[in-house]
């Protein structure tokens, strides 16, 4: 097991990840780490799976499915366009309930959380 580390710029906090697996960041001090996507990225918050069929039957851990939806909690400052070199803004904002493919994004844990980190190009659609 590969294991890299950097430092987060302008904080004193350690970011830690596992090379192959989840990225996990940790703080060395227990406050929230913020993070802010760069460029067409965006981080979303997954939903809870569901624990329980609409009949009422629970369901075990091995039998639940990741949710394919979610909310955005932070946004990067949009798409490059190469010829003018401007962003083009996206077209979900900050706080969309979205559905987006299965195999979506890149998984990060950020103090206990688990989030995706994903471009808008992995999202279907906004649930409303």
């Not at 990840?17 to 067409?40: H, I, W, Y």
């Not at 962003?87 to 195999?103: A, E, M, N, Q």
């Amino acid at each position: 097991m590969q294991i890299v580390g950097q430092n987060v710029v302008g904080t004193n906090k350690f970011a830690t990840c596992v090379a192959g697996k989840k990225e996990s960041f940790r703080t060395e001090e227990n406050q929230n780490m913020n993070v802010k996507p760069l460029g067409d990225k965006l981080l979303v918050q997954r939903a809870e799976p569901q624990k329980k069929t609409d009949s009422g039957i629970y369901l075990p851990e091995s039998a639940k499915d990741k949710p394919r939806e979610g909310t955005i909690i932070a946004i990067g400052n949009g798409h490059l366009n190469h010829d003018t070199g401007d962003r083009i803004p996206f077209t979900v904002k900050k706080g969309d309930h979205v559905l987006f493919t299965s195999y979506a994004g890149t998984d990060i844990k950020i103090d206990n959380e688990e989030y995706l980190i994903m471009t808008e190009d992995d999202i279907l659609g906004i649930i409303e």
